[in-house]
């Protein structure tokens, strides 16, 4: 499921469960969620297929975004995420270090 308030409680479990007595209710994570995925590809598609948006036809455009999931495909390489919550803590530390000592924008 997204994380979207009808899916989010017990009762939206239940519902399922009742439903659909075989299916359990399995949350994705906000930051990682398919929806989330999907709009990264579309901003990607966007920024580098569409914009301008000179195609002669949709034939033309359905073909390029095609050849171009192809590509996309074929160049896309996995990565190790090694970013931890240690890593986070800090990042957030030396901004907050840094705030303190930068000036207040407003101020002068």
Known sequence: MD?????RNWAAAAR?????????????PVHASW???IEVYFSVIQRKLLA???FEDLDELAAQVLAF???YSAAA???DWKFTRTDLNHLLARIR??????????AG
């Open 69 to 71: 999931e192809n590509h």
């Open 97 to 106: 270090q840094h705030d303190r000592h930068a000036p207040h924008p407003l």
């Open 52 to 54: 301008p948006d000179d």
């Open 77 to 79: 390489r996995s990565f």
């Open 16 to 28: 399922l469960s009742d439903a659909y007595p075989n299916a359990q209710m399995a949350h994705l």
């Open 3 to 7: 994380n979207g308030s009808s899916h």
């Open 35 to 37: 929806l989330n995925q």
